[in-house]
């Protein structure tokens, strides 16, 4: 949410008005994504700023969203805490679902720190917070799996809320032992144990995550970096990272203890709390409460609620306005080598689906390329241990079409696979790559870049 001032907070910047319920005002677009804008809205009672996302019910259903926006749903409404972003209400149309929401008005701690580190009495503050709502949300039996600085907002009072449970884990989600499997959540911040196929702690998956944002607040950019996909995830799977000068030697220390690789060696909750560069100031937040529903099931019928007419959202779009662009996992790890200046994320131009990430080994990823390269009439003109060549036969607007296809293994059966055209069109290899390539390889494929949401998150 981008933050804005008092006047404009109460004066959005259209002058038509949309009144939903005969409850809230909506205004200005404070964001949006594939399937749902993010409004900022007004209680006409009480006069509260309120942040309302509106999803269209078509959009879910067509991108097989609707487990997870309920699991998302369920998730905010078991939580009631200083530092975690508060569901008051949830509303639906025939054709419409709408999240009101806490208004946080700071904007991104995304933002604080892509200008540069901060000084560590200013992280560990935000540090503090985040773990006090981490806590808070292991206690409930849910974890976040998706904690990074765009996902940490700030409160006209400096204060961090956390935000976007969108990819948390309820208890119910976990197997007999205790583990999750699913893996998920943005690469640059995943813990190394969630990209195995053995199950994972979410919780302590949680901490390399905050480890992660620690990290970047204090530092001022990501702890694993390298020139290319496979070492930036080797760094990463080995907990090699350097921490400069300036960082004192106490923040090294907590650091130290979270970015560790093996789950079972990494801090837990109490032990981050014992920390005496922790400690520093730390206060737990009181006067929270917990709200749950009066019947305990949370299980959400998006079909229930005030049905009003469906002209009343007919003018939504005369009140929007171009909003930041969302940006995926995968843009996020091509950036590192630049530090954690992530301006380049937000071009709106059209990305060609050249990457995806591959729970496979790496030898049989390349297998499994030969084998397609073979039903799609391309013969393989060069191939090295990690690299294959292909060439098309076909004639195309600037002659056959050519890729580069390379395969790099950052873990057991973890493999990350990047195409790169070396002769033809681009917009015929872009048609290509969606028309065939990724029917052929969905077999073996996790995430493809520019997916917003993953195959094995929607199927959950």
Not at 307 to 320: A, K, L, P, Q, R
Not at 375 to 386: A, H, M, P, S, W
Request: aromatic share 10%; with cysteine; net charge positive.
């Amino acid at each position: 949410m981008d933050p804005q001032d008092d006047q404009q907070q109460q004066q959005p910047s259209s002058p038509r008005r949309t009144i939903i319920f005969n409850k809230y005002e909506m205004g200005r677009v404070l964001g949006q994504g594939s399937f749902a804008k993010v409004y900022y809205g007004r209680n006409l009672v009480s006069n509260e700023s309120v942040a309302i996302k509106v999803i269209k019910k078509e959009k879910l259903k067509k991108e097989r969203l609707v487990k997870q926006i309920k699991r998302e749903v369920s998730v905010m409404r078991l939580m009631k805490h200083p530092h975690i972003v508060e569901l008051k209400e949830v509303m639906a149309t025939k054709s419409k679902i709408f999240l009101v929401m806490e208004y946080v008005k700071g904007g991104e701690l995304f933002t604080k720190v892509n200008k540069g580190k901060l000084k560590e009495d200013v992280a560990r503050k935000y540090f503090q917070q985040l773990i006090s709502a981490v806590d808070f949300c292991h206690s409930r039996g849910v974890t976040h799996r998706d904690l990074k600085p765009e996902n940490l907002l700030l409160d006209e009072n400096e204060d961090l809320k956390v935000s976007d449970f969108g990819l948390s884990a309820l208890p119910e989600q976990r197997r007999s032992d205790g583990m999750l499997l699913t893996p998920c959540g943005t690469p640059a911040y995943v813990a190394p144990e969630v990209l195995k196929k053995k199950g994972y702690d979410g919780s302590k998956a949680d901490i390399w995550s905050c480890g992660v944002i620690l990290y970047a607040l204090v530092c001022g950019y990501l702890p694993f970096q390298g020139e290319n996909v496979m070492r930036i995830y080797r760094k990463a799977f080995r907990g090699e990272y350097e921490l400069p000068d300036w960082v004192s030697s106490e923040a090294k220390n907590l650091i130290s203890k979270l970015l560790v690789a093996n789950p079972e060696k990494r801090y837990s909750i109490i032990d981050i709390m014992k920390d005496p560069w922790f400690q520093i100031g730390f206060m737990r937040p009181i006067a929270f409460s917990m709200k749950d529903d009066d019947d305990g099931n949370n299980d959400i019928d998006f079909n229930d609620g005030i049905i009003i007419d469906e002209e009343v959202m007919t003018n939504e779009e005369v009140v929007s306005k171009p909003a930041r662009p969302f940006y995926n996992a995968f843009e996020i790890i091509s950036s590192l080598s630049h530090g954690f200046d992530l301006r380049n994320l937000f071009e709106t131009r059209k990305r060609s689906p050249s990457m995806f990430i591959s729970k496979f080994s790496a030898s049989a990823v390349l297998a499994k390329l030969e084998t397609v390269a073979k039903k799609l009439n391309f013969r393989v003109t060069g191939k090295k241990e990690f690299m294959v060549r292909m060439q098309g036969n076909r004639e195309g607007r600037k002659g056959k079409l050519g890729m580069t296809v390379e395969v790099f293994e950052v873990a057991p059966e973890v493999a990350v696979v990047e195409f790169n055209k070396s002769s033809g069109d681009t917009f015929e290899y872009i048609k290509f790559c969606e028309e065939e390539v990724r029917p052929s390889l969905k077999d073996i494929v996790w995430s493809w870049q520019g997916d917003s949401n993953n195959d094995y998150e929607r199927q959950q």
